[in-house]
């Protein structure tokens, strides 16, 4: 167990609708970082929050939004969703936006239909 | 764009054999490699890091790097059938921001 936790397990939307997912970070940790990872991949690098800001993003659209709050836990929202967007959402947490050792979540596996 | 590529597998071995996984990254200017494991419908698990040229031995698993060769590779001694998994090498991006690059992954099975 590492200690970092997210919400909610799995989730079913439709096409079109919004998704918030939540990720608690491992204790003194205050780096979060957000992946997809679809089925038979590896995880996809969204972006990262480093004291609540966002501090590097990868080739995902802008309806992919974040935030982290003082207490380091983060969320992930999704507007618009597409079918593509089917897959295993991870969070990590590092200690430092400098540490690249990262430590997932057990992860929320969101189906879109 | 920027990859790391591996071999998808299945790469099967019998117990106490040495399991041999390998990774090839395209950024010359990656500075830290890693290697996670993933267990099937499970996320994924830091085993190993690695930072400079050479081995880096723990327990069972020693890390290989090369950055002259973009070669990383990962030795798993004494395999035993709970090391089956799919395990994922992983690069930062070289040019200084937070992003870290995923292989699509090995998955390995040990025979018992």
């Known amino acids: 167990e590492t200690g970092v936790t997210q919400s909610p397990t799995h989730l079913i939307k439709t096409r079109g609708q919004q998704v918030t997912l939540r990720c608690s970070s491992q204790?003194?940790?205050?780096?979060v970082s957000w992946y997809q990872q679809a089925l038979g991949q590896g995880p996809q690098f969204i972006f990262q929050?480093?004291?609540?800001?966002?501090?590097g993003r990868g080739n995902f659209p802008p309806r992919f939004s974040g935030l982290q709050f003082p207490n380091y836990s983060s969320e992930l929202n999704v507007n618009a969703l597409e079918l593509d967007d089917s897959a295993l959402y991870l969070c990590?947490?590092?200690?430092?936006?400098?540490?690249?050792?990262?430590?997932f979540g057990p992860g929320t596996r969101l189906t879109v239909t | 764009q920027k990859e790391v590529e591996q071999n998808s597998g299945p790469l099967s071995v019998p117990e106490g054999a040495i399991a041999s996984l390998n990774c090839t990254y395209s950024?010359?200017?990656?500075?830290?490699f890693f290697w996670y494991r993933q267990y099937s419908g499970k996320s994924p698990e830091l085993i190993m890091s690695?930072?400079?040229?050479g081995d880096k031995e723990d327990g069972r698993f020693t890390a290989q790097l090369n950055k002259a060769s973009q070669y990383v590779s990962l030795l798993i001694r004494d395999s035993q059938p709970s090391d089956s998994a799919t395990y994922l090498c992983?690069?930062?991006?070289?040019?200084?921001?937070?992003?870290?690059?995923f292989g699509a992954g090995t998955r390995l099975f040990v025979k018992a």
């Open positions: 990590a947490s590092s200690l430092g936006a400098f540490s690249y050792e990262q430590y």
């Open positions: 204790s003194g940790h205050n780096t």
């Open positions: 929050y480093y004291r609540e800001e966002e501090n």
């Open positions: 950024d010359r200017g990656s500075q830290s």
């Open positions: 690695i930072y400079s040229n």
């Open positions: 992983a690069v930062t991006d070289g040019t200084g921001g937070f992003k870290t690059i």
